[in-house]
């Protein structure tokens, strides 16, 4: 793994984070900005439940109630977070008075968290180069699997889970690596997982198991000690215990 190199010009960030938000409206233009009405209607049906859902929760808040048990339209009545976490749902909610419709909010919804996890990437500038790190951003705006969970699948959730990645990661490589602010790394690690979690817990699970084999395989080939390693397992334990 590179080390630290040249800290980039405020002004180079600047450019770079500007390209990836001009490929992210790129991208995105077609829901955001609708030449056909029709095109803001969810393609999957994965989404229209979670909408519907988010207008049920802002309903419900209007009425003094923060956190609903049942959904009477959610299967019959079952609990309407008993699956999904609450995360993308209060996300959701702080884009509907702003939105057109609920359907414009969840568009809206997909482009920022898509443009949140772009522009994460520029965290690793200073690690590995800001050309790296812009074309990292570029390329995890355009990455299919991306793109298919969040309109041909519309798992929202799993959307914003996937958008806290780059960040988490970026904190849990400095602790592994024994960098400076490793208490800083530690607490970035444990809170990103733990939104992680409230986003998508199947992902926070899949997430974590990922990292805890990345460290292992870290201290098989990269010499590392065992302090960091185990300071990274000690994260993994926090962040459950964080989002319990």
Known sequence: IPGRGAVPSKARYVVA???ITAVALVVYSDVLFLSDPAIR???????WGHLIKA???LEQIEHGDWY???FPQWYNGQQMLRYYAPLPYYGLVGL?????DTFAAGNWFLFLAALGGGLSMLLFARRFGLVFATVGGIMLLLLPD???VAFAEGNLPRVLAASLLPAMFFFYLNLLTGERYRRLSFIGTAVLMCLTILSHAMMGAIFGACLALFAVVYWL????SVQPVGWAFLELFARVLLAG
């Open 96 to 100: 509907l008075p702003m939105s057109a």
């Open 221 to 224: 080939t990269a010499s590392a």
């Open 55 to 57: 207008d049920y929760l």
């Open 41 to 47: 209607y969810p393609w999957s049906s994965d989404a």
């Open 68 to 70: 609903p048990d049942l």
């Open 17 to 19: 984070a500007l390209l």
């Open 146 to 148: 991306n793109i298919r």
